[in-house]
């Protein structure tokens, strides 16, 4: 009967693991899902929609074939197309029942002439239209390397970018070099559910009942053994003993009383049989992954975190945080790279604003004066705030603040981009104060609105927080405005009055009976900017002058600079009868709150730089 059960465990235990075999084999099916995208007109850009990618659930891998290097790049479906406004490329979208449909978009908007392909600019004579017209054809398309605008971006021989997980709002753009055409072979791939829960129970327990079957079939050997011999009493036999055969030398022949040789050799027997058993079952076991076997566990609760929704129609974000680091990356390696060489052309590709005319003057101070201390580097890692302004049009900023782990300090930037074909670039810069605290902010995944210039809806407007501050630093205590700004933690007048007082000094020094030192202050050239906080205040970046108004009492007397190397520079002049004005530069950071709070309009950073000096006329 041990025999009839093995034998049926041995059945039972090849029909489960068959099965479970072929759970993962011949009846799983295909792993992933395959969609080809073949076009046939030849254009420069090949736009794959969100929708396209997200017709199967799950990640997509996209692969592009043809001949030199490919580029891809991912980011939101609109801005890439305001991108592709003014050049022809191929859209590629679904038609909502699965199937993908290709379009040819023509240019809406004539980059050269600023016009729509159906009118010429305004003014422009038809001979003029056409010139542009065909100019703009021969001219090689624009590139699609590096621009600020997306995400992220690839370019490499047979591409292929796995894996992806882009929501429908993205799209991925493919090109070659923007002039030639478009790859014309393009995958997108994604994986397929194909869990087979069974084949996990089904295999192990076939392993256990083949080892069972194997239990049972030793069981029924030993029984048939112990049942041989014969059934009559026959003639009385000797009594022997085994021999045993495991002594050597000169005790072999000796018969042995001991039984434990028998039942080691038996054991060997039992331990070699039951070996194969625990190997196969062993390697059954390692082929089988988590997903075949049923998933009884609940899925995993997450912890609830505080969560921040944006205002019903509030647009989205101009950045993502991993994107404000690549761009402020490549700001600061080009500000760099100008600071060496002393390019101004270079800088005003990354800089502009106070910024901008801030490191022109380093560069013309720098180019007489090898000896001239250089600006503080633009930092960019570690990015530890990014709050970018929630806008879809143009212009489109940020603000970002980064620390420098070797000084210990942090910057503050207002970065902007002019259009969706600039770059970013640099307009405010300051350092911010070792005791500043930061407004609650916006994270950068939602982004805030800009303040206009002249909104009612703060305790002061932006356009004004300049001349406001200018007239504190020019009266003090006697400004009108004097207790609306936080002055007991700002560190700007403080450092402007040391200045001034040491300035001071040295003219008086020589020119006390002979001339005279004024000084001024007023709101810069630079138009102020403005990201609203969370509370409803704003962070507002502004630009002071500083003026030094040096003049001769006496009708004799000349003002000298000839101990002031930087205003002789920029003056050209060491000497005049009329006098010197030297104007400095203020990059100036404000919180200011909402109405009805009861806080101050509070400096969180700055920075200062010589801008200018002259001979009065």
């Not at 609830?304 to 989205?316: F, K, N, R, S, Y």
């Not at 001769?552 to 002031?564: F, L, S």
Request: net charge negative; aromatic share 6%; proline share 8%.
């Amino acid at each position: 009967m041990r025999f009839v059960w093995a034998v049926a465990a041995f059945v039972l235990a090849t029909v489960m693991i068959g099965a479970g075999i072929a759970q993962r084999t011949i009846f799983q099916g295909p792993r992933t899902e395959t969609t080809a995208i073949s076009v046939e007109e030849e254009t420069p850009y090949l736009l794959i929609d969100g929708a396209v990618l997200n017709q199967m659930p799950g990640t997509q891998t996209l692969r592009a074939q043809a001949e030199g290097d490919i580029f891809a790049s991912y980011g939101r479906t609109a801005d890439m197309e305001f991108w592709l406004s003014d050049t022809t490329y191929t859209h590629v979208t679904s038609t909502g029942d699965g199937e993908v449909e290709i379009v040819v978009v023509e240019p809406e908007v004539d980059a050269i002439a600023g016009a729509t392909p159906e009118a010429p600019a305004e003014g422009a004579a038809p001979e003029e239209a056409a010139a542009d017209a065909d100019a703009a054809a021969d001219a090689p398309g624009r590139s699609p390397v590096g621009s600020d605008l997306w995400l992220d971006e690839y370019q490499q021989k047979d591409l292929l970018i796995a894996p992806l997980q882009l929501p429908a709002e993205m799209s991925v753009l493919v090109a070659a070099d923007g002039t030639a055409p478009a790859p014309s072979r393009v995958t997108v791939t994604w994986p397929l559910q194909t869990s087979t829960p069974w084949a996990g129970p089904l295999i192990v327990g076939g392993a256990i009942l083949m080892a069972i079957g194997v239990f049972l079939y030793i069981l029924g050997i030993r029984h048939a053994r112990r049942k041989r011999g014969p059934r009559r009493k026959g003639l009385p036999l000797p009594v022997t003993e085994p021999i045993d055969i495991a002594i050597d030398g000169d005790d072999k022949g000796v018969i042995s009383s001991s039984p434990a040789s028998r039942r080691a050799v038996a054991s060997g027997r039992r331990a070699f049989a039951v070996l194969p058993v625990v190997a196969v079952s062993a390697l059954l076991f390692t082929g089988c992954s988590a997903d075949a076997w049923p998933q009884l566990a609940p899925s995993p609760t997450p912890s609830p975190t505080a969560t921040v929704i944006a205002p019903e129609g509030q647009q989205a974000p101009a950045v993502t945080k991993a994107q404000a680091e690549r761009i402020l990356t490549r700001v600061a390696s080009t500000v760099a790279e100008a600071d060496a060489a002393l390019d101004g052309n270079l800088a005003e590709t990354r800089l502009e604003g106070a910024a901008l005319a801030a490191r022109d003057t380093y560069y013309k101070l720098r180019a007489t004066l090898p000896e001239y201390p250089a600006p503080a580097p633009i930092l960019s890692k570690p990015l530890e705030i990014v709050l970018p302004q929630a806008y879809d049009g143009w212009p489109r900023s940020v603000i970002a603040v980064a620390d420098d782990e070797e000084s210990k300090t942090s910057s503050i930037m207002v970065l902007t981009q002019k259009d969706q074909w600039a770059d970013y670039k640099l307009a405010y810069v300051g350092s911010l104060e070792a005791s500043t605290s930061l407004p609650d902010l916006a994270p950068s995944y939602i982004g805030a609105p800009a303040v206009e210039p002249d909104s009612p809806f703060l305790v002061m407007q932006p356009d004004q927080v300049a001349a406001a501050y200018a007239d504190i630093i020019n009266q003090g205590e006697a400004s009108i405005y004097y207790d609306l700004f936080e002055v007991e933690s700002d560190q700007l007048r403080t450092s402007i009055a040391a200045d001034r007082d040491r300035r001071l000094a040295d003219f008086n020094k020589t020119a006390a009976s002979t001339g005279k030192l004024e000084f001024s202050s007023a709101a810069g050239p630079q138009a102020p900017f403005a990201l609203q906080t969370v509370e409803s205040g704003a962070i507002v970046a502004v630009n002071i002058n500083e003026i030094d108004t040096a003049t001769p009492t006496v009708v004799e007397a000349v003002i000298k600079v000839a101990d002031n190397p930087p205003v002789k520079t920029l003056a050209g002049a060491d000497q005049s009868p009329t006098g010197f004005e030297t104007t400095y530069s203020d990059q100036v950071f404000f919180y200011v709150p909402g109405p009805g709070s009861n806080e101050k309009i509070r400096l969180l950073g700055y920075s200062s730089d010589i801008l200018d000096a002259r001979v009065l006329p």
